[in-house]
């Protein structure tokens, strides 16, 4: 009998012992499938601002737009249009193009990250999601998705004194707010992109995991210090059950 008890003690306080109750994740290509829409509302936007279709100007933006996925987007139309009114203009431009696409039904949830999100809290852990969009953008897709009481906190670049990702902002901010882990490094980051793995280094997370539902593939995401590479972030849940 005290062998029995001195048993199940042991396995509850192992049980236990998981410190990992913070879960910071990337939408766009994470958790939602935007099917290419950032690209499409650029391409708006850039018309607004009299940047020709078919132009090699033109190209060499959508290039750079599709090279610094998971960015703010107000920082990337502050390089491509070079002052901050062009830059404000371009955002706002592509803001609304963003949203009617959205409005047109043109947004989903990847497959099984309702779930994971589901199961993550059912765990007793935290879940904050994050964007580079504004919050208006971001409030759209959680409303078209019914997604407005998911998560236990969405952020947005603004939410953390307005910059976004490769800064670790975000992912800070969420640590903040929540007070769910007394150490970063019980913070768990999840993303499809270079700068969601270096947005999670930079603020001390203990897992900082790619996923390859979205931008980047293994090789761009391990190399911007990835610890883990998932196929999807169904498969978060099953990696946070394993022994810390």
Not at 19 to 40: N, S
Not at 87 to 104: K, M
Not at 140 to 158: R, V
Not at 163 to 179: C, E, K, N, Q, S
Request: glycine residues 10%; aromatic residues 4%.
């Amino acid at each position: 009998m005290t062998d029995t008890t001195a048993n199940t003690d042991t396995t509850d306080t192992t049980a236990n012992t998981d410190t990992r109750r913070l879960i910071v994740l990337d939408m766009a290509g994470t958790t939602v499938a935007d099917g290419g829409l950032v690209e499409r509302a650029f391409e708006r936007a850039a018309e607004r601002l009299g940047v020709e279709p078919g132009t090699p100007d033109h190209a060499a933006k959508l290039q750079y737009v599709r090279d610094t996925m998971g960015e703010s987007k107000i920082t990337v139309f502050r390089h491509l249009f070079g002052t901050e009114e062009l830059a404000r203009r371009a955002n706002s431009a592509f803001e609304e193009a963003y949203a009617e696409l959205v409005d047109g039904g043109l947004i989903a949830p990847l497959p099984g990250a309702r779930a994971a999100i589901e199961k993550l809290r059912a765990d007793g852990r935290t879940v904050v999601l994050t964007t580079g969009f504004a919050r208006v953008t971001q409030d759209a897709i959680l409303d078209a998705l019914g997604w407005q009481d998911l998560a236990d906190l969405t952020l947005c670049p603004a939410d953390a004194g307005g910059r976004g990702r490769p800064y670790p902002d975000m992912v800070l901010t969420a640590f903040l707010r929540t007070g769910a882990v007394t150490d970063v490094r019980d913070t768990v980051v999840a993303g499809d992109t270079a700068y969601d793995m270096l947005s999670g280094r930079r603020a001390g997370a203990g897992i900082v995991a790619g996923v390859l539902t979205g931008a980047h593939d293994r090789a761009t995401l391990t190399g911007n210090g990835a610890t883990h590479v998932l196929g999807s972030v169904a498969e978060l849940p099953d990696l946070l059950a394993e022994p810390a």
